[in-house]
């Protein structure tokens, strides 16, 4: 049996932007946690290799220590570790993975054309982004040797978003005989599905960065006997989470974690940052996003014969014409703020928070 790691897009040296500094350092050396708690399950599950599917590093060239610690825990990995640059650490001139002193055992699929490297009873294929963009299809026509069974390791999209990501079409997959396709790019996991013969998955970033990256991450352990299985695993790094809510309450478990909590419901305007001090103390992290409405008592003064019940019809309008268009969700949000602007102005009153 052949049993591999699969990762991809860790983003090391990623500056993690939109937090406060001391979180955001916290989340740097925490992807380095990542990385080596990756080394760890690798050895403790005795797998023949680490495949990781681009964007291993935030840029080409990331810093001296962010490149020294990198290639110093896939070094003491125990096993081959194959590396597929991605869109992100594309092999440019100055590429890291062009660096002489790359430890034995991690091996770079270079080129922007696929490329075999046997690994004892298997082999393993890959290629890499030679510049950020790769706008050619190059798993079409590929074939793998039928003798032995064979992975890949590729960046790349299966629903092409654009065209600059490097396709990968599922008829491509079906024709190729790989017995796995182990992919990167797409930052959210997706299920082990096959085409052909062939299994293929997106394990995701093994860390979320931000609340666009949600959830439980981890990795997937590849087996292959006659055909490929794969198995999520969960790394347990902090999560990031988004919860609606009336409540402003952050819920119990969350202590290790970085909690958005948007506001929904009705209720006066809310002193967010205050709310978020004060909620702090449950979570490693705490953002409050107001998305409130304004009270249907205060709503109701769009019937008044005033210039504040104008003005809020005029605000209904702009709403009830946005009614259909795509940001409607924005401009709902929107028209809500400038109720609140506009009524604490006409009734004298301090503008809110
Ligand atoms: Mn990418």
Request: net charge negative; hydrophobic share 40%.
């Given at each position: 049996?052949?049993?591999?790691i699969?990762?991809?897009?860790?983003?090391l040296?990623?500056?993690?932007?939109?937090?406060?500094e001391?979180?955001?350092?916290?989340?740097?050396?925490?992807?380095f946690?990542?990385?080596a708690k990756?080394?760890?399950l690798?050895?403790?599950?005795?797998a023949?290799a680490?495949?990781?599917?681009?964007?291993?590093?935030?840029?080409?060239?990331?810093?001296?220590?962010?490149?020294?610690?990198?290639?110093?825990?896939l070094?003491r990995?125990g096993?081959?570790?194959?590396?597929s640059?991605?869109?992100?650490?594309?092999?440019?001139?100055h590429s890291?993975?062009?660096?002489q002193?790359?430890?034995?055992?991690?091996?770079?699929?270079?080129?922007?054309?696929?490329?075999?490297?046997?690994c004892?009873?298997?082999d393993?294929?890959g290629?890499?982004?030679?510049?950020?963009?790769?706008?050619?299809e190059?798993?079409?026509?590929?074939?793998?040797?039928?003798?032995?069974?064979?992975?890949?390791?590729?960046?790349?999209?299966?629903?092409?978003s654009?065209?600059?990501?490097?396709?990968?079409?599922?008829?491509?997959?079906?024709?190729?005989?790989?017995?796995?396709?182990?992919?990167?790019?797409?930052?959210?996991r997706?299920?082990?599905?096959?085409?052909?013969?062939?299994?293929?998955?997106?394990?995701?970033?093994?860390?979320?960065?931000g609340?666009?990256?949600?959830?439980?991450?981890g990795?997937?352990?590849v087996?292959i006997?006659?055909?490929?299985?794969a198995?999520?695993?969960?790394?347990?790094?902090?999560?990031?989470?988004?919860?609606?809510?009336?409540e402003?309450?952050v819920?119990?478990?969350l202590?290790?974690?970085?909690?958005?909590?948007?506001?929904?419901?009705?209720?006066?305007?809310?002193d967010?940052?205050?709310?978020?001090?004060?909620?702090?103390?449950?979570?490693?992290?705490?953002?409050?996003?107001?998305?409130?409405?304004?009270?249907?008592?205060?709503?109701?003064?769009?019937?008044?014969?005033?210039?504040?019940?104008?003005f809020?019809?005029?605000?209904?309008?702009?709403?009830?014409?946005?009614?259909?268009?795509?940001?409607?969700?924005?401009?709902?949000a929107?028209?809500?703020?400038?109720a609140?602007?506009?009524?604490?102005?006409l009734?004298?009153e301090?503008?809110?928070?």
């Amino acid at each position: 049996m052949i049993k591999l790691i699969h990762t991809a897009d860790l983003h090391l040296g990623s500056p993690i932007a939109g937090l406060p500094e001391e979180t955001a350092s916290a989340l740097r050396e925490e992807l380095f946690t990542t990385l080596a708690k990756i080394c760890e399950l690798a050895e403790s599950e005795r797998a023949d290799a680490i495949l990781i599917a681009g964007d291993l590093f935030e840029e080409p060239s990331p810093s001296r220590s962010v490149a020294d610690r990198t290639f110093s825990l896939l070094g003491r990995a125990g096993m081959p570790v194959f590396i597929s640059p991605g869109n992100h650490d594309f092999m440019s001139v100055h590429s890291v993975y062009r660096r002489q002193d790359l430890p034995e055992n991690v091996r770079i699929f270079r080129y922007e054309r696929i490329e075999k490297i046997p690994c004892g009873d298997f082999d393993v294929y890959g290629a890499g982004f030679a510049a950020p963009r790769v706008e050619h299809e190059l798993l079409h026509g590929f074939r793998a040797d039928p003798d032995r069974p064979s992975v890949m390791v590729l960046h790349g999209e299966t629903e092409v978003s654009s065209a600059y990501y490097h396709a990968v079409s599922p008829r491509d997959i079906a024709a190729s005989g790989l017995s796995y396709l182990a992919l990167g790019h797409i930052h959210a996991r997706s299920e082990a599905a096959r085409a052909g013969d062939t299994l293929f998955a997106y394990p995701g970033c093994p860390m979320g960065r931000g609340f666009d990256e949600t959830g439980e991450k981890g990795v997937y352990i590849v087996e292959i006997e006659d055909r490929a299985r794969a198995r999520f695993v969960p790394l347990g790094a902090r999560k990031f989470v988004t919860i609606e809510s009336g409540e402003r309450a952050v819920p119990d478990g969350l202590e290790r974690d970085l909690v958005k909590l948007v506001l929904t419901g009705e209720s006066e305007p809310v002193d967010t940052e205050a709310l978020a001090r004060e909620l702090a103390p449950r979570a490693f992290y705490v953002k409050v996003v107001d998305r409130t409405r304004l009270p249907k008592r205060v709503r109701e003064r769009a019937g008044e014969d005033s210039l504040a019940g104008a003005f809020l019809r005029a605000l209904d309008a702009v709403r009830a014409e946005a009614g259909g268009a795509g940001d409607s969700e924005e401009t709902g949000a929107l028209s809500e703020l400038a109720a609140r602007y506009g009524l604490a102005a006409l009734d004298g009153e301090e503008a809110p928070l």
